[in-house]
């Protein structure tokens, strides 16, 4: 059971809008502690893709964006392509683990 | 280019310790803290701790205190992760991961290739 809740699975046709929600709770994402987000591809190692709840590294496409609002926050992908299917983890900092990083379950995005 | 370079694949038998490692390569590998993260077969990421190589100063998940420690050796800019008794549930990929931010801020930023430990008698 993760502390910080995702969809197992989404899916969407290339071209198309999706989000993965990323819930948490008081004591982590609404307690105001930033959320990030990671690619990982399959049978590769995570790759960081939004830090700081909004920011993208550098070599990030802009197609990827994220906000944060009370106990949740989301991931969007726009113009969804191919090398998109990945799965895809939020991590945050929780209070009452003192300040371990907590990730989420990981949602499994499908290209159709 | 900075880059993770973790030790090759184990296979143990239960009872038996082990230490994986993970060397820094082209940053200040005191300056910034370096943890380790668990990926069971087909499951999710576990973060499991860090340490702060510049003077050894170590944080973990409530779930693995006790559990592994986690080290490092700055003269040699590598991070290790050590189990006196293995099991066989501790089998899975092992990440390093460099961490970036401060208290209630990290992230990970780099990562290496991963660990796969396998535990079977």
């Known amino acids: 059971q993760s502390v910080l809740t995702q969809p197992p699975s989404v899916s969407g046709a290339p071209g198309q809008r999706v989000t993965i929600s990323c819930t948490g709770t008081s004591s982590n994402i609404g307690a105001g502690y930033a959320v990030h987000w990671y690619q990982q591809l399959p049978g590769t190692a995570p790759k960081l893709l939004i830090y700081g709840s909004t920011n993208r590294p550098s070599g990030v496409p802009d197609r990827f964006s994220a906000s944060k609002s009370g106990t949740s926050a989301s991931l969007a992908i726009t113009g969804l392509q191919a090398e998109d299917e990945a799965d895809y983890y939020c991590?945050?900092?929780?209070?009452?683990?003192?300040?371990?990083?907590?990730f989420g379950g990981g949602t499994k995005l499908t290209v159709l | 280019e900075v880059q993770l370079v973790q030790s090759g694949a184990e296979v143990k038998k239960p009872g038996e310790s082990l230490k994986i490692s993970c060397k820094g390569f082209?940053?200040?590998?005191?300056?910034?803290?370096i943890g380790w993260v668990r990926q069971m077969p087909g499951k999710g990421l576990e973060w499991m701790g860090i340490i702060y190589p510049g003077d050894s100063n170590t944080k973990y998940s409530p779930s693995f205190q006790g559990q592994v420690t986690i080290s490092a050796d700055k003269s040699v800019s590598t991070a290790f992760l050590q189990w006196s008794s293995l099991m066989a549930s501790d089998s899975g990929v092992y990440y390093c991961?460099?961490?970036?931010?401060?208290?209630?801020?990290?992230?990970?930023?780099?990562w290496g290739k991963g660990t796969t430990v396998t535990v079977s008698s």
């Open positions: 082209g940053y200040s590998f005191t300056d910034y803290w």
């Open positions: 991961a460099r961490h970036r931010g401060i208290e209630y801020y990290y992230y990970t930023d780099v």
């Open positions: 991590q945050s900092c929780d209070s009452t683990l003192g300040g371990s990083v907590v």
